[in-house]
């Protein structure tokens, strides 16, 4: 989509006589010039490089137009531009970090162009990393194979000759160092290998995938054990205050103090949360509720509009959703590893859930990656799938355009949280995190954060089978059996359990432990101490 910065909370970065403060970066060969827009988001500045310039070529324009490009070789370009492009843009603004913190390899090359003032001081390139490193730290965000690029080694040295000649080291020795076995020449070179290499401290995203971030790493430390390489993890967390529902803030407000998402890292701020009635939280896990079905209910029916859909279709969209109803949510980056179709593999049970008297209702959301062909064909299927039977248009909907706001309302409405990715291919995931704080229950397979936060003895939410297994079909097939039963004997008896319409005991007792357990351990906050603790403070010598 064309963006025009000037429409933007966007001002370009000047010098003192008013003029854009622009760097240069050698990139196949050609003098690629970047300008510097600053965003300030709250009391954080955000820098964004432009390469929209008069001097530039046509092609070199092209370089931050688009994020996810598709042309391998213009993607290595943005990773030039972005690395020693941004360590560049800092010093150029009088900007001096003492860390520099790498999230995934696309800035990987921000290193070389730390240690370029060694090298200039007559240290090669080797020894000029070992200073560098000192201030990086590297987060791998992605145990998928796809999410860690690689180049052929050729395409990399056309990227960085000028440079490398102009600092004076040989591109091949980068090469070298991007490769899991340096001296293998059909090895490719691979960005998150060139971060890892050259950064001081590394870790994963949650507990489990620092676990997995270690086996799959292992052999950049072949000398070491598993256990011993040297990734770590720092678990993610949400920032509450973004996330919370109107109704569940002011339930907040009364009984935990308005301070409460100040002080959201103690433990003892959310002991209270016990002490709230049934009968508020409930009313709040209401107002939530009701608020999403109506958005469904307008959005879908815009939804199926726009798509030409029958009109029965469209007005089963009206009538969409009961605010009384089980309300399951699936929301997330559409791939095949995420399993959308596991939660419709069985028609017969799925018709069962969805069309009984005691229903539930399904909203389903994401946005496949723009070049991810299966995950663009799992929605196809999905779309396929939905005339199995009529009644299924008011029961389960599939929103576009999945965005923020979308996904704000999700996390604040639905019942029940479903995750249900291919183990261990789950870095992390936040969104549960979201739905959690919101008094939404969890239903997800044991990876990514949810074995730091799933707890059997105080029933804070399900859990499926975490383990692997090469044969996926198998693992599909026992993961949609345990995920129906899970649903039919347990979660929708639990939430339909009230009486005399007071509100299901049970299933408010297992809200109220889920949001004392989960609400404190996955905040940005608690986030943000841990990489200031574990990742940018160097440990004693």
């Given at each position: 989509?064309?963006?025009?910065?000037?429409?933007?909370?966007?001002?370009?970065?000047?010098?003192?006589?008013?003029?854009?403060?622009?760097?240069?970066?050698p990139?196949?060969?050609?003098?690629?010039?970047?300008?510097?827009?600053?965003?300030?988001v709250?009391?954080?500045?955000?820098?964004?490089?432009?390469?929209?310039?008069?001097e530039?070529?046509?092609?070199?324009?092209?370089?931050?137009?688009?994020?996810?490009?598709?042309?391998?070789?213009?993607?290595?370009?943005?990773?030039?531009?972005?690395?020693?492009?941004?360590?560049?843009?800092?010093?150029?603004?009088?900007?001096?970090?003492?860390?520099?913190?790498?999230?995934?390899?696309?800035?990987?090359?921000?290193?070389?162009?730390?240690?370029?003032?060694?090298?200039?001081?007559?240290?090669?390139?080797?020894?000029?990393?070992?200073?560098?490193?000192?201030?990086?730290?590297?987060?791998?965000?992605?145990?998928?194979?796809?999410?860690?690029?690689?180049?052929?080694?050729?395409?990399?040295?056309?990227?960085?000759?000028?440079?490398?000649?102009?600092?004076g080291?040989?591109?091949?020795?980068?090469?070298?160092?991007?490769?899991t076995?340096?001296?293998?020449?059909?090895?490719?070179?691979?960005?998150?290998?060139?971060?890892?290499?050259?950064?001081?401290?590394?870790?994963?995203?949650?507990?489990?995938?620092?676990?997995?971030?270690?086996?799959?790493?292992?052999?950049?430390?072949?000398?070491?054990?598993?256990?011993?390489?040297?990734?770590?993890?720092?678990?993610?967390?949400?920032?509450?205050?973004?996330?919370?529902?109107?109704?569940?803030?002011?339930?907040?407000?009364?009984?935990?103090?308005?301070?409460?998402?100040?002080?959201?890292?103690?433990?003892e701020?959310?002991?209270a949360?016990?002490?709230?009635?049934?009968?508020?939280?409930?009313?709040?896990?209401?107002?939530?509720?009701s608020?999403?079905?109506?958005?469904?209910?307008d959005?879908?029916?815009?939804?199926?509009?726009?798509?030409?859909?029958?009109?029965?279709?469209?007005?089963?969209?009206?009538?969409?959703?009961?605010p009384?109803?089980?309300?399951?949510?699936?929301?997330?980056?559409?791939?095949?590893?995420?399993?959308?179709?596991?939660?419709?593999?069985?028609?017969?049970?799925?018709?069962?859930?969805?069309?009984?008297?005691?229903?539930?209702?399904?909203?389903?959301?994401?946005?496949a990656?723009?070049?991810?062909?299966?995950?663009?064909?799992?929605?196809?299927?999905?779309?396929?799938?939905?005339?199995?039977?009529?009644?299924?248009?008011?029961?389960?909907?599939?929103?576009?355009?999945?965005?923020?706001?979308?996904?704000?309302?999700?996390?604040?409405?639905?019942?029940?949280?479903?995750?249900?990715?291919?183990?261990?291919?789950?870095?992390?995931?936040?969104?549960?995190?979201?739905?959690?704080?919101?008094?939404?229950?969890?239903?997800?397979?044991?990876?990514?954060?949810?074995?730091?936060?799933?707890?059997?003895?105080?029933?804070?939410?399900?859990?499926?089978?975490?383990?692997?297994?090469?044969?996926?079909?198998?693992?599909?097939?026992?993961?949609?059996?345990?995920?129906?039963?899970?649903?039919?004997?347990?979660?929708?008896?639990?939430?339909?359990?009230?009486?005399?319409?007071?509100?299901?005991?049970?299933?408010?007792?297992?809200?109220?432990?889920?949001?004392?357990?989960?609400?404190?351990?996955?905040?940005a906050?608690?986030?943000?101490?841990?990489?200031?603790?574990?990742?940018?403070?160097?440990?004693?010598?």
């Open positions: 989509m064309p963006t025009d910065p000037e429409l933007l909370p966007a001002t370009l970065v000047r010098d003192d006589a008013g003029a854009p403060i622009t760097v240069t970066i990139v196949h060969g050609e003098e690629v010039v970047a300008q510097i827009w600053r965003l300030q709250g009391r954080v500045p955000i820098f964004l490089l432009d390469t929209q310039r008069p530039n070529s046509r092609l070199a324009r092209w370089i931050s137009s688009q994020l996810y490009v598709g042309d391998p070789v213009a993607r290595l370009a943005q990773y030039v531009v972005l690395g020693i492009g941004g360590v560049r843009a800092l010093a150029a603004m009088g900007i001096e970090p003492e860390v520099v913190h790498l999230n995934e390899g696309h800035a990987a090359f921000a290193t070389l162009e730390r240690a370029r003032s060694a090298i200039g001081n007559g240290h090669s390139l080797d020894e000029a990393l070992v200073q560098a490193r000192e201030g990086t730290v590297f987060t791998t965000h992605t145990p998928v194979p796809a999410g860690n690029d690689v180049y052929p080694g050729h395409e990399v040295m056309q990227a960085l000759e000028r440079y490398a000649s102009e600092a080291v040989d591109p091949w020795r980068i090469v070298e160092l991007g490769r076995h340096e001296f293998d020449f059909d090895e490719p070179f691979g960005v998150t290998q060139f971060a890892l290499r050259t950064s001081r401290a590394a870790n994963g995203v949650a507990r489990r995938h620092g676990e997995v971030a270690r086996e799959m790493w292992h052999a950049l430390w072949s000398d070491r054990s598993v256990d011993d390489v040297p990734i770590g993890h720092v678990t993610n967390g949400v920032h509450l205050p973004s996330w919370v529902g109107p109704a569940m803030a002011r339930l907040f407000d009364r009984h935990l103090g308005k301070d409460w998402a100040v002080r959201a890292t103690d433990p701020t959310w002991t949360v016990d002490d709230i009635p049934d009968d508020d939280l409930w009313a709040a896990r209401n107002d939530q509720r608020a999403l079905v109506d958005f469904v209910a959005r879908s029916t815009a939804d199926r509009l726009q798509r030409g859909e029958s009109r029965e279709y469209v007005e089963a969209a009206a009538r969409a959703f009961d009384h109803v089980l309300t399951l949510g699936f929301a997330r980056r559409i791939a095949t590893y995420k399993r959308l179709d596991l939660l419709i593999r069985d028609a017969d049970r799925a018709i069962g859930l969805l069309d009984s008297e005691r229903p539930v209702q399904l909203i389903l959301a994401g946005k990656h723009p070049r991810d062909d299966a995950g663009k064909s799992l929605v196809q299927e999905l779309f396929s799938r939905r005339g199995l039977d009529a009644r299924l248009g008011e029961r389960i909907v599939f929103l576009h355009d999945y965005d923020l706001a979308i996904a704000a309302r999700l996390v604040r409405g639905c019942d029940v949280w479903i995750n249900v990715p291919r183990p261990p291919m789950e870095a992390s995931g936040t969104s549960g995190m979201k739905s959690a704080v919101n008094g939404g229950l969890q239903l997800s397979v044991l990876d990514g954060w949810w074995p730091e936060a799933y707890d059997e003895e105080t029933h804070n939410g399900w859990a499926l089978s975490g383990e692997s297994d090469p044969d996926h079909v198998a693992q599909d097939y026992r993961h949609a059996a345990e995920l129906y039963r899970t649903l039919e004997e347990e979660i929708v008896p639990a939430f339909y359990s009230g009486e005399g319409g007071r509100p299901p005991q049970a299933w408010l007792a297992m809200v109220k432990a889920s949001i004392r357990s989960i609400a404190p351990k996955f905040t906050a608690r986030m943000l101490d841990d990489y200031v603790a574990r990742m940018y403070r160097k440990p004693p010598a």
